[in-house]
């Protein structure tokens, strides 16, 4: 299934990377579908079934069979404790399945408390993401409900954007506004990998 706009903005091509959508399975319409009105799933879906521990082998292959089979550059766009699940999985998975990731959007991070348990099956090396990472939240008072947000946001090495709740006609733009981000910052991460290389060669 290919994750496209319901109005596609000019010059924008909807197929610019696969999509892995990951997401607390039997949760209410994900906040990708119910505040942007993008599909209920990208290319490949990801459900965590949190009311069955100790699953984690289990999604991490899921997800490396999403992430090889995949045929574009993936794009993760998770919500809740899915934004930990691909972090952890990002952080200790092989260098040839993270290298096919371009980056990640993660959308409202936020818990409450006793979601804590959630986050820690997918407790990871305090290490920034090997992709560019954007958080979405709803609101910027989410950062203060949340104060451990902030501190996790910084050690993804992600970029923080809030307001993203209610939109109106922007919401249809959200999507490939998202997209061409991801690109962006991608091809910067590119560039500076390659002028390193340079550096380290004596060009």
């Known amino acids: 299934m290919s994750l496209t706009l319901a109005t596609n903005p000019r010059g924008f091509s909807p197929d ?117 990472a954007l958080v979405l939240t709803g609101e910027d008072a989410d950062f203060d409900r949340d104060p451990a947000l902030g501190a996790q946001v910084e050690a993804w090495g992600g970029r923080q954007l809030a307001g993203g709740r209610q939109r109106g006609g922007a919401e249809v733009r959200a999507w490939g506004s998202a997209q061409r981000l991801v690109r962006r910052i991608s091809r910067a991460v590119i560039a500076n990998d390659i002028r390193r290389a340079r550096a380290l060669r004596g060009d």
């Open 16 to 132: 610019l990377f696969s999509v892995i959508t990951i997401a607390e399975a039997g949760a209410r319409p994900p906040v990708w579908e119910s505040r942007l009105h993008w599909p209920h799933a990208g290319d490949s879906h990801i459900a965590l079934e949190m009311n069955r521990p100790r699953r984690q082998s289990v999604w991490a292959t899921q997800l490396d069979d999403a992430v090889m089979q995949a045929d574009r550059t993936v794009l993760f766009v998770a919500e809740g404790v899915g934004c930990f699940a691909a972090s952890w999985w990002a952080r200790l998975s092989p260098s040839h399945y993270v290298s096919k990731v371009a980056g990640a959007l993660l959308l409202d991070p936020v818990a409450p408390p006793q979601d804590d348990e959630k986050r820690q099956l997918f407790a990871s090396p305090a290490v920034a993401l090997p992709f560019p």
